[in-house]
């Protein structure tokens, strides 16, 4: 069956960065999009970038840009998730979800989703 | 950016049809897709493209789609519905938006 498995937990210090993996298996990798969604305590699921890598396009939602890349290794079905300049509102739990695309309603959904990676940001 | 506005908590008896609603500027012309997430869970897709289940999903489970809402309607509501549920859309300029999340109670 479709498994994405993502790396364990983090504690980091403000101004440092972090790495989430996320390792899928059960479909050909290339085949679809990899999104990255994160969960902050009380906040509402936020999206934040996505990798195709079929082909290599990525595009980062506008408040993290400059701040998260996104890669990937095909031949490991792996991808990455690197956030930088972390501060405590980046404390959250972080998602990779296989994206599904349809063109005739330009839409993207998500399915299924890795079990999450909490990072905690604290001095 | 677009927002979508969901309804904090419903709350609903066993037995009973929950209905949770998803509002949007003219979200009709837009596809709307559904995730439920129980406690300490990662979310699970549950309705796609306004109205289409995926394999596993209840019939129970349906959606709907038009002018400022979308609905997702739960019949015969049992214990096991309980969950914070989120509706999510694709937008030209905001890309992936989220609803604020419904915390469905079974009473």
């Known amino acids: 069956q479709v498994q994405l498995v993502q790396s364990g937990a983090e504690v980091k210090k403000p101004g440092a960065s972090v790495k989430v993996s996320c390792k899928a298996s059960?479909?050909?990798?290339?085949?679809?999009?990899m999104h990255w969604v994160r969960q902050a305590p009380g906040q509402r699921l936020e999206w934040m970038a996505w990798i195709k890598p079929g082909n290599g396009d990525t595009k980062y939602s506008q408040k993290f840009q400059g701040r998260v890349t996104i890669t990937w290794d095909t031949s490991a079905s792996t991808a990455y998730m690197e956030l930088s300049s972390l501060t405590s509102e980046d404390t959250a739990v972080y998602y990779c979800v296989r994206g599904f695309y349809s063109s005739s309603q330009r839409t993207n959904w998500f399915d299924p989703w890795g079990q999450g990676t909490l990072v905690t940001v604290s001095s | 950016s677009y927002v979508l506005t969901q309804s904090p908590s419903v709350s609903v008896a066993p037995g009973k049809t929950a209905r949770l609603t998803c509002e949007g500027d003219?979200?009709?012309?837009?596809?709307v897709h559904w995730y439920q997430q129980k406690a300490g869970q990662a979310p699970v897709l549950v309705v796609y493209d306004d109205s289409a289940r995926p394999s596993g999903i209840p019939e129970r489970l349906s959606g709907s789609n038009s002018g400022n809402t979308a609905t997702l309607t739960i019949n015969r509501v049992e214990a096991g519905d309980e969950a914070d549920y989120y509706c999510?859309?694709?937008?030209?300029?905001?890309?992936?938006?989220f609803g604020g999340g419904t915390k469905l109670t079974v009473l």
């Open positions: 003219n979200i009709g012309s837009k596809s």
């Open positions: 999510q859309v694709w937008d030209g300029f905001s890309d992936g938006v």
């Open positions: 059960g479909y050909t990798f290339s085949s679809h999009a």
